[in-house]
Nanobody
Framework: VQLQASGGGLVQAGGSLRLSCAASGSIAGIKATRWYRQAPGKEREWVAVMTSGTINYSDSVKGRFTISRDRAKKTVYLQMDSLEPEDTAIYYC?????????WGQGTLVTVSS
């Protein structure tokens, strides 16, 4: 199974983007689905996590980003609103199961001021 991330691009500050992470097949034993990001010169950080019962966001994106999923399409989304230049990064999706982790290839988001 592979994860394909898409939806990144160049947007002005205050704008919106929706990232998608589509799985090529069914994934069993999912514990959590996360979005991470890595800005230039910085370490990778998580920004949103979804489990079977909870959703949480990092303080830096809370109130602006929304994680969601479409089970039928095997796709997880990250809706990003009120984007800021500090949100510029490569965004990665991650699925953690009881057996292993899956990573998407990353999609670049650039926010201009």
């Amino acid at each position: 199974v592979q994860l394909q991330a898409s939806g990144g691009g160049l947007v002005q500050a205050g704008g919106s983007l929706r990232l998608s992470c589509a799985a090529s097949g069914s994934i069993a034993g999912i514990k959590a689905t996360r979005w991470y990001r890595q800005a230039p010169g910085k370490e990778r950080e998580w920004v949103a996590v979804m489990t079977s019962g909870t959703i949480n966001y990092s303080d830096s994106v809370k109130g602006r980003f929304t994680i969601s999923r479409d089970r039928a399409k095997k796709t997880v989304y990250l809706q990003m609103d009120s984007l800021e230049p500090e949100d510029t990064a490569i965004y990665y999706c991650n699925v953690a199961t009881v057996y292993r982790e899956y990573w998407g290839q990353g999609t670049l988001v650039t926010v201009s001021s």
